[in-house]
């Protein structure tokens, strides 16, 4: 029988990602399903999420029957299996393992809920898994961690706590844009990413031009088109570019001192960010891998689910 | 049979705007169809527009066979009927009335399209239709000219030229975001437009929270509504006035002096920007109404399509 000091479960929107470690604190074993709480059939109650959980780790349970089991995401969130209510800001890895929302499936296994984070304020602010990523990132005890994405947060931190943070919706608004709107109707998609392209959108966010905001710049994905001065099949990256640089350009209004910056993310997308931050001045911006399953062990580790035999 | 001194086509994108005029410079007779360049079908060539034509107008043109045509708006596209290149700016009336391009009808009727306006600089800027209302609209030598809309148009008039213009895609945007992101999830549509949420909206535009830029508080319409300090049936609203605000605000970045201010577009929509503006301290924009009428006549005044014995 495996040695599985912990089974953790990703869980968010669109998919499931689960990881078995073993007695080292490293992933022996990981897979990934398309059943995130939005493809979940929740008709039945919460029969949708012990399926979807059986799927993911029925046999690492049987080899393994005492392993405790952690999830981060939106599993936790109001539309999730059980809502764990948001921890406030600022806050640090022990405050999130302190925080765990159970869950008993009908099987009798415990799934412990990692919490989101809630900044408030006037316009508060939410996450929910990035918290965990963030755990699994730092490695400092200040730093500024980014998490590009469909709604990429900024993430503050000092002392190794989280003290702040901040969602942008450019991935999310990006997609809306070549889907939904004219700037997608002259669009083709190039046989590569046109980093050329991209780099030009990130110069004219930096520009004298971008004071007449993003409302107004995007349109010149449209109209350097008209003149011909934009090829159609640079316009998306071109308009990537400008995106990014108009959050970072935000950003540099919001972090006084943006440094050391470390980034968790896809590769390609963080390749991405690394070129708008160095043309903002960030020349030495890290990449993290591997953070979100540190993350999960992080706060594992931190609630006393993982025997102190083990790696913490 | 009737005196018409000139038959006029606001034909956009989707959709067709006919107007019979008298002798006297006023709209005798209107009607609207929904054959926008868009939606009229030109798979055999320009009979589509040829079709959208004559059931626009052939019974004023039978009554009347002498009585010139003029037309703006995306008509003159390259995907319209006939392309009318761009205008340079600056530009007057003058200037448009001299640069009309001809469709000879089926039927050996003459088009005259008005052609749009180009800004050039490091990132263009076009227009088509605007000038036209714009050129309606002009009632002093200096003003500043809204067209809020899918794309609204500021447009800076010096002399009686149009001398530069900003576009901004906030009505498009709005639908986007609304239609295809999060944040459309939980709005409900509200019994009547909630005009206080609107305000709300703009307020936070102009509150030093807006440092984070569009990409960033357009997030607080869902995390508002998270934390129970904006009802559902407001959040629609709400965002419709950050984005309105952003617009004003990046406006207010490249206008030394917003005043005096004539607003050109639909009655509600004019009403939300009138508001926004008193926001942002200009408390005495005005409206005008019928200046895409007006203008088409002023233009083909201009242009000597209409006979001087007529009120130019």
Same mark, same amino acid.
Do not use: N
């Given at each position: 029988m495996p040695d599985t000091p912990l089974i953790a479960l990703d869980w968010?929107?669109?998919?499931? @990602?689960?990881?078995?470690?073993?007695?080292?604190?490293?992933?022996?074993?990981?897979?990934?399903?398309?059943?995130?709480?939005? @493809?979940?059939?929740?008709?039945?109650?919460?029969?949708?999420?012990e399926r979807a959980f059986e799927q993911a780790c029925d046999d690492w349970r049987r080899a393994s029957p005492a392993s405790p089991i952690i999830a981060c995401g939106m599993i936790g969130s109001a539309q999730g299996w059980r809502e764990a209510a948001y921890l406030d800001v600022p806050a640090n890895l022990d405050d999130l393992g302190r925080a765990l929302t159970e869950v008993e499936t009908r099987s009798g296994a415990v799934l412990h809920i990692i919490p989101g984070l809630i900044h408030r304020g006037p316009l508060p602010d939410v996450m929910r898994g990035e918290e965990t990523q963030v755990a699994g990132a730092i490695e400092r005890a200040d730093a500024w961690i980014g998490l590009p994405g469909t709604h990429s947060k900024w993430v503050r931190v000092q002392d190794r706590r989280i003290v702040a943070f901040h969602t942008f919706m450019t991935g999310e608004v990006f997609a809306a844009l070549c889907a939904h709107t004219l700037l997608g109707r002259t669009m083709q998609r190039p046989a590569a990413p046109d980093l050329?392209?991209?780099?030009?959108?990130?110069?004219?966010?930096?520009?004298?031009?971008?004071?007449?905001?993003?409302?107004?710049?995007?349109?010149?994905?449209?109209?350097?088109?008209?003149?011909?001065?934009?090829?159609?099949?640079?316009?998306?990256?071109?308009?990537?570019?400008?995106?990014?640089?108009?959050?970072?350009a935000a950003l540099a209004h919001l972090a006084e001192r943006l440094e050391p910056i470390v980034l968790v993310g896809s590769d390609e997308l963080c390749l991405r960010y690394q070129r708008a931050l160095a043309a903002f001045g960030h020349a030495r911006a890290a990449i993290a891998s591997g953070a979100t399953e540190r993350g999960l062990w992080r706060v594992a580790c931190s609630a006393g689910l993982v025997p102190r035999s083990h790696t913490c």
């Open positions: 968010g929107t669109t998919s499931l @990602r689960a990881y078995r470690f073993d007695g080292g604190g490293q992933v022996a074993e990981s897979r990934q399903l398309a059943s995130g709480i939005m @493809r979940v059939t929740t008709e039945d109650g919460a029969a949708g999420f050329p392209a991209f780099d030009r959108g990130v110069a004219v966010a930096r520009s004298p031009e971008a004071r007449a905001g993003l409302l107004s710049t995007i349109f010149s994905t449209r109209t350097l088109g008209l003149v011909g001065a934009l090829a159609a099949e640079a316009q998306a990256d071109y308009l990537s570019g400008l995106l990014v640089g108009h959050e970072l």
